[in-house]
């Protein structure tokens, strides 16, 4: 069939043909409302195409933009066969090497869909890819789109207008390149130290996490989904923090949850607030509830993606959601990539096959299934009756009304050149630089010889360790070792312990936060010969007790380039951070903790809301980034 044509009805209203049938239907029509045009379409589609709209795929792009015809490394098929033999009409991608790339594959791809019976236009959705962490089962690096902090340096930052000014950047470069739906925000909260997931959330403050998911919302969504938008899927449905010992819910030894503190209702209220602010989708967890009791009821110990009493009793019918339900990746089938497998996520049920868990999911109540292809076993499961239609319908209602809110039935297309110009420009990464500066976290500044190591003096000697010494030198003298300095900067990672078993298991720091007792040796070795200023890289909490006893001056910072880092310790654009997550005192404090309600007070070395908040006054004669952009500024003006 060839590509829709843009044709004039009698009337000259300008439409897509995307039936080529030489008629403006009524889903055609721009003028009709979303809720008609989705009606409409619902009732010419056929089976298969309904099907197909109820399953997300991971997709890779070809080189050079184009359109894969073969499995990559991480998709399972050929785009032409799953976009017109299977019709799925959503992808999630990962990696993209450039904004026009990006966009001409965009193009490309949304042509070959118009070549389907309807021209159902294609969702391209996206985990975060603005900040730091590439790990393809949470987030990428940014690639060439512009650099932010990670969502727990938004928080850290606690300025909803920055949060809210990162959400709108970001939708328009995803918007650029054909993103329109982001599997974010992940509004989880952080109370369990050891979880690997935390970089990616808003912190462990229910308050705080839902002030963010404010802003994030409105800034990828507007007011209502529109042409303009971003949807956003809100993850992960009712709270994944509390994940048991810390282990997280992808692998089979983190399957479960558990709610000594009895705060479920406390990990529900971000979701809450996403619901009020129009969510255009809701991600529940792997996680399975272990004991959690609701209203009375006993709740089923199977995974989230799987409950019923959790999707359709509590969001759908107690919480009033209507929106769509897509659940997270692989709940269905094992994942083999090379010689590794990820199992299916079938916590709790295990033993049912394929479709017995495909069923226990359309019994949940959710609508699409996430990282999977099988249009088959649900082709199965409604020709044996085992699925109604009118099942099918209703989550084909659910997925195809967002399209037509975004306005992708009218216009999927979007223009190479501008995609290179505004992905990544000048003026979003310099406003990324600065957040990320402001988001530093200072939570020791001890006096040494009657000063305190921040600001950073000019014309110091100084020797780094895990910082580029290229930048350090503007900021100094970069001399070899500790005895030649007068001032040492190093920069370290939040503690793990490594595992490699599991696809994808490399990736995820796990386990203990203690720091191994070589690294704390080789910093007191630099501390007794120099002034030491230490930053810890934080993708979770760590064990900070013997850093406060060896470091002058201690800052944490959650997703911050080296650069950013330096301007903030010399003052040039001053640190504001105050901690998202409590930092605890011992490892036998985070043993003890109870997972869904975070630190108690007595093993808590740092609580939330902690920093020493450092602002231009504190740093005599240094004039800020703002300070000299105002100068600037105003001798532009008495210039001309």
Request: charged share 25%; proline share 7%; hydrophobic share 40%.
């Given at each position: 069939m060839?590509?829709?044509?843009?044709?004039?009805?009698?009337?000259?209203?300008?439409?897509?043909?995307?039936?080529?049938?030489?008629?403006?239907?009524?889903?055609?029509?721009?003028r009709r409302s979303p809720h008609e045009r989705t009606e409409d379409l619902l009732q010419r589609l056929s089976l298969p195409e309904k099907i197909g709209l109820m399953f997300q795929t991971v997709i890779e792009v070809g080189p050079d933009g184009a359109v894969l015809e073969a499995p990559g490394k991480i998709s399972k098929s050929g785009t032409s066969d799953v976009v017109?033999?299977?019709?799925?009409?959503?992808?999630?991608?990962?990696?993209?090497?450039?904004?026009?790339?990006?966009?001409?594959?965009?193009?490309?791809?949304?042509?070959?869909?118009?070549?389907?019976?309807?021209?159902?236009?294609?969702?391209?959705?996206?985990?975060?890819?603005?900040?730091?962490?590439?790990?393809?089962?949470?987030?990428?690096?940014?690639?060439?789109?512009?650099?932010?902090?990670?969502?727990?340096?938004?928080?850290?930052?606690?300025?909803?207008?920055?949060?809210?000014?990162?959400?709108?950047?970001?939708?328009?470069?995803?918007?650029?390149?054909?993103?329109?739906?982001?599997l974010h925000p992940q509004v989880d909260l952080a109370t369990?130290?050891?979880?690997?997931?935390?970089?990616?959330?808003?912190?462990?403050?229910?308050?705080?996490?839902?002030?963010?998911?404010?802003?994030?919302?409105?800034?990828?969504?507007?007011?209502?989904?529109?042409?303009?938008?971003?949807?956003?899927?809100?993850?992960?449905?009712?709270g994944g923090g509390p994940q048991k010992d810390g282990e997280d819910a992808h692998f089979p030894y983190g399957r479960e949850q558990v709610y000594p503190g009895e705060a479920f209702e406390n990990h529900l209220a971000p979701f809450e607030t996403a619901i009020a602010h129009g969510t255009a989708g809701i991600m529940p967890y792997y996680g399975m509830p272990i004991g959690l009791t609701l209203d009375g009821e006993p709740i089923e110990e199977v995974g989230f993606g799987y409950n019923r009493q959790i999707v359709q009793i509590l969001l759908r019918e107690r919480l009033g959601y209507d929106g769509v339900v897509v659940t997270d990746w692989e709940l269905v089938n094992d994942n083999h990539v090379g010689d590794q497998v990820l199992p299916a996520r079938a916590w709790g049920v295990e033993h049912l096959d394929?479709?017995?868990?495909?069923?226990?999911?359309?019994?949940?109540?959710?609508?699409?299934?996430?990282?999977?292809?099988?249009?088959?076993l649900l082709t199965e499961l409604v020709d044996q009756g085992l699925v109604a239609e009118e099942r099918i319908d209703q989550s084909a209602r659910r997925i195809l009304l967002v399209k037509f809110q975004l306005g992708l039935f009218d216009d999927p297309f979007v223009d190479e050149l501008y995609a290179d110009l505004i992905v990544g420009d000048a003026r979003h990464n310099a406003e990324g630089e600065r957040a990320q500066s402001?988001?530093?976290?200072?939570?020791?500044?001890h006096e040494t010889a009657g000063a305190t190591l921040l600001p950073l003096q000019p014309k110091q000697r100084i020797y780094v360790d895990g910082i580029d010494p290229r930048l350090a030198a503007r900021y100094g003298h970069v001399v070899a070792t500790?005895?030649?300095?007068?001032?040492?900067?190093?920069?370290?990672?939040?503690?793990?312990?490594?595992?490699?078993?599991?696809?994808?298991?490399?990736?995820?720091?796990?386990?203990?936060?203690?720091?191994?007792?070589?690294?704390?040796?080789?910093?007191?070795?630099?501390?007794?010969?120099?002034?030491?200023?230490?930053?810890?890289?934080?993708?979770?909490?760590?064990?900070?007790?013997?850093?406060?006893?060896?470091?002058?001056?201690?800052?944490?910072?959650?997703?911050?380039?080296?650069?950013?880092?330096?301007?903030?310790?010399?003052?040039?654009?001053?640190?504001?951070?105050?901690?998202?997550?409590?930092?605890?005192?011992?490892?036998?404090?985070?043993?003890?903790?109870?997972?869904?309600?975070?630190?108690?007070?007595?093993?808590?070395?740092?609580?939330?809301?902690?920093?020493?908040h450092l602002g231009s006054t504190d740093f005599p004669g240094r004039q800020t980034e703002g300070e000299r952009d105002t100068q600037s500024a105003l001798a532009g003006k008495t210039s001309a």
């Open positions: 060839p590509s829709p044509e843009t044709r004039h009805a009698p009337d000259g209203t300008l439409y897509r043909d995307l039936n080529s049938n030489g008629v403006m239907d009524v889903y055609e029509d721009p017109l033999g299977k019709h799925l009409t959503h992808f999630n991608v990962h990696g993209l090497s450039s904004a026009r790339s990006a966009a001409r594959w965009n193009n490309a791809l949304q042509r070959l869909a118009a070549k389907s019976p309807h021209g159902i236009p294609v969702t391209i959705s996206t985990d975060p890819r603005h900040a730091f962490v590439e790990n393809s089962g949470v987030s990428f690096a940014e690639g060439p789109f512009s650099k932010w902090p990670d969502a727990m340096g938004l928080a850290a930052l606690d300025d909803p207008e920055t949060t809210l000014r990162f959400a709108d950047i970001a939708r328009e470069e995803y918007r650029a390149v054909g993103i329109r739906a982001a369990e130290p050891r979880w690997c997931r935390q970089l990616q959330t808003f912190g462990s403050d229910s308050r705080r996490v839902s002030v963010h998911t404010t802003a994030y919302l409105k800034g990828f969504q507007g007011d209502e989904l529109g042409s303009d938008s971003v949807s956003c899927v809100t993850k992960h449905f009712p394929a479709r017995g868990r495909m069923l226990k999911i359309l019994e949940a109540g959710c609508d699409q299934f996430g990282g999977e292809e099988c249009v088959e402001r988001s530093v976290v200072v939570v020791e500044n500790p005895a030649e300095a007068d001032i040492a900067l190093v920069r370290i990672g939040a503690p793990f312990e490594p595992r490699d078993d599991l696809f994808l298991e490399s990736y995820f720091h796990q386990g203990g936060l203690e720091f191994r007792p070589g690294l704390i040796y080789a910093l007191e070795t630099i501390a007794s010969q120099v002034p030491l200023v230490v930053d810890v890289q934080l993708d979770r909490a760590a064990v900070l007790t013997p850093l406060t006893r060896i470091a002058g001056t201690l800052t944490v910072t959650f997703g911050v380039s080296d650069e950013a880092l330096l301007k903030a310790w010399s003052g040039e654009v001053p640190p504001e951070g105050k901690l998202p997550i409590a930092i605890p005192r011992s490892m036998d404090d985070v043993r003890a903790v109870a997972s869904d309600a975070g630190l108690t007070e007595s093993a808590t070395l740092y609580p939330v809301g902690h920093g020493l």
